[in-house]
């Protein structure tokens, strides 16, 4: 059994490294969103740090190939890994309190907290390699039988979390489990008793009140983001309860009614404007429930297809949010975009309200293939209703342009208002775009005192310029490099 701990070694810390990197997207996203500006930031530092691991721990292999070398490098890998499961939530909220640029925060949290571990595992091969080798002759054999092996345990890592650990256990338990394996495979290959007290440390942590509990509590890491819910009064000091997805408010609901609590979703009464008798609709993005929950109730005559991607978000909807589906309210766990492609239904209204975070607009669901499907899945009288972040006024309103001229190719009408009309035009802001499939398209002739005043905010075409604005498609769709130039500016002032 001896014979093979080298290759159990380089097996398993190639499974750590895959695993580490993969954990760090739920330990980021609380404070800087789930964008693809996390996954640059943490692929481009692990792959740094490993490649400086490689080259110094070559280096350092040759002056003392050694398996004690090897199990002091482990040691401290295990252990930086065991320091960040308990540091993590205040490095991140010191960081993203003092940089605004989600870019930054990300890159330089994950600098912090993944360089040093990932450095540490990325010195394990080359000095396993330096250990193994025997002779000239057969150097590229054992060369490759160990990367290899390392690379099958990248492979299995990936796999392990990504189908099964993140949704089981969550993203604080994986750290200590990794600082445990790690610690172990230190013990397998030189036994040390500094190694054995800090195994015992970080098997005993994840148990301890004040090391095993984060200051953010009751965070569920489901298959897609990680959710909290937590509850805050509203302005007027009547409480809400809140679905955060990430770092940011995704829905929520009043604690004693279940009437929309945020002002934007309240435009989605606007079908009844716009359609003579809506009955089929399409709702893509489900968060917490709170839109088909109101219309359940509202309109009994209502049907509500609900696309949700995360199954896990439906059932903390149920758990927490007072939603029960039933025969006119169906969710429909899949992706909005997959589901728009093969769906043969018709709708009479679609509505649109996918933000995963502020930064994560889900591209392919705004671009002109994506509008062209939802146009396909109308009814000949249907309309499409999207929430977006923007800006009306400013230099910052790239996304709105675009997405005003990208429907406009469409159809043929194009409609934007302003939910909040007390938040000034050059802040970003919620706005909801109504789009109709027929030329001049159908306008209510009696509406109440709420349509009325809804109408009334709408933002002039000549304001928003649409004709400045890019065409988004599934090729080219910078919308979260818009939605971080627009944030970045709103919160640096």
């Known amino acids: 059994m001896k014979k093979y701990i080298l290759e159990g070694t380089v097996f398993l810390s190639g499974a750590v490294v895959m695993m580490l990197e993969l954990t760090g997207s739920r330990i980021l996203a609380p404070y800087v969103g789930t964008s693809t500006f996390i996954w640059t930031s943490l692929i481009g530092v692990i792959l740094a740090s490993l490649s400086l691991g490689y080259y110094y721990g070559g280096i350092q292999a040759d002056r003392d190939p050694s398996q004690k070398r090897l199990a002091h490098i482990l040691f401290y890998a295990g252990l930086s890994i065991g320091v960040v499961a308990i540091i993590n939530t ?51 054999a054992t060369i490759g039988r160990l990367y290899a092996l390392s690379s099958l345990g990248s492979i299995v890592g990936t796999f392990l979390v990504g189908f099964y650990l993140m949704a089981w256990i969550g993203s604080r338990n994986i750290l200590f489990i990794l600082s445990v394996l790690t610690l172990l495979l230190s013990l397998m290959n030189r036994k040390n008793s500094d190694v054995l007290m800090a195994l015992l440390l970080f098997m ?55 009437s929309l609590a945020f002002v934007y979703s309240r435009f989605y009464k606007l079908m009844f404007y716009f359609h003579p008798n809506p009955q089929n609709t399409l709702l893509i993005g489900g968060g917490a429930y709170s839109v088909p929950k109101y219309f359940q109730k509202a309109n009994p005559g209502l049907k509500m297809d609900v696309v949700e991607i995360d199954p896990a978000l439906t059932r903390i909807a149920e758990k927490d949010f007072r939603f029960r589906p039933d025969e006119r309210t169906i969710p429909i766990h899949a992706d909005g975009r997959i589901y728009l492609n093969q769906t043969t239904k018709k709708y009479d209204v ?38 977006i972040l923007s800006p009306v006024a400013g230099p910052h309103r790239d996304l709105l342009r675009a997405m005003v001229k990208t429907c406009g190719l469409v159809f043929p009408s194009v409609r934007v208002f302003k939910p909040n009309q007390a938040t000034p035009d050059g802040q970003v802001q919620n706005l ?37 604005g890019m065409v988004l498609t599934d090729d080219f769709a910078p919308v979260e490099h818009f939605a971080e130039e627009m944030l970045s500016d709103y919160f640096n002032k």
């Open 432 to 468: 909801m775009l109504v789009c109709q499939k027929t030329p001049k398209g159908y306008q209510a002739p009696a509406v109440s005192e709420e349509i009325r005043q809804m109408l009334a905010q709408e933002v002039p075409a000549s304001n928003i310029e649409a004709g400045q």
């Open 90 to 140: 205040y490095i991140m909220a010191y960081i993203t309190y003092w940089l605004v640029s989600v870019k930054w925060s990300a890159a330089i949290s994950a600098c912090i907290l993944f360089g040093v571990p990932a450095y540490l595992l990325g010195m394990v091969s080359p000095q396993a390699v330096r250990i193994r080798m025997k002779d000239v002759d057969h150097a590229g």
């Open 204 to 258: 005993v942590a994840p148990f301890i009140q004040s090391f095993g509990k984060s200051e953010k509590e009751n965070i569920v890491d489901t298959e897609y983001c990680s959710v909290q819910v937590v509850e805050y009064p509203d302005p007027e000091g009547r409480p809400l309860k809140i679905m955060k997805v990430g770092n940011e408010f995704s829905s929520g609901m009043y604690k004693d009614s279940d």
């Open 350 to 387: 679609i509505m649109g309200d996918a933000y995963r975070s502020l930064f994560s607009i889900p591209f392919h669901l705004v671009s002109v293939e994506a509008m062209r499907k939802m146009h396909e899945a109308l009814t000949k009288e249907g309309i499409l209703i999207i929430n």
